[in-house]
Nanobody, 122 residues
Framework: QVQLVESGGGLVQAGDSLRLSCTASGRTFGSAAGWFRQAPGKEREFVSAIRWRMGSAYYADSVKARFTISRDAAKNTVFLQMNNLKPEDTAVYYC????????????????WGQGTQVTVSS
């Protein structure tokens, strides 16, 4: 069992930055950690993932060049640095621990955090 706790969300203006954190307790993230988001009335979508040992990062096209994922293995924590935020980035952001399968598929993740709200005003 693993517990994931996110933090760092908030209300910002377009063009601002936020840094989300997610710390795992009980066990590690496994092979990878992922960030997903869900806007009202929309499906949960992949944002970014990082392979825990290698540090290889993956991004959705919509956030590439604006968001950066990183991890602190010693603290069992994954970060999502979000720059140049846009109103369309408004969503609840979830971190997740990967089990197996595609990094962009939410069904590949077993454990999820409770989510943190990110709201970007225009």
């Amino acid at each position: 069992q693993v517990q994931l706790v996110e933090s760092g969300g908030g209300l910002v203006q377009a063009g601002d930055s936020l840094r989300l954190s997610c710390t795992a307790s009980g066990r590690t993230f496994g092979s990878a950690a992922g960030w997903f988001r869900q806007a009202p009335g929309k499906e949960r979508e992949f944002v970014s993932a990082i392979r825990w040992r290698m540090g290889s990062a993956y991004y959705a096209d919509s956030v590439k060049a604006r968001f950066t994922i990183s991890r602190d293995a010693a603290k069992n924590t994954v970060f999502l640095q979000m720059n140049n935020l846009k109103p369309e980035d408004t969503a609840v952001y979830y971190c997740a621990a990967h089990s197996s399968g595609s990094y962009v598929d939410s069904s590949s993740y077993t454990y999820w955090g409770q989510g943190t709200q990110v709201t970007v005003s225009s």
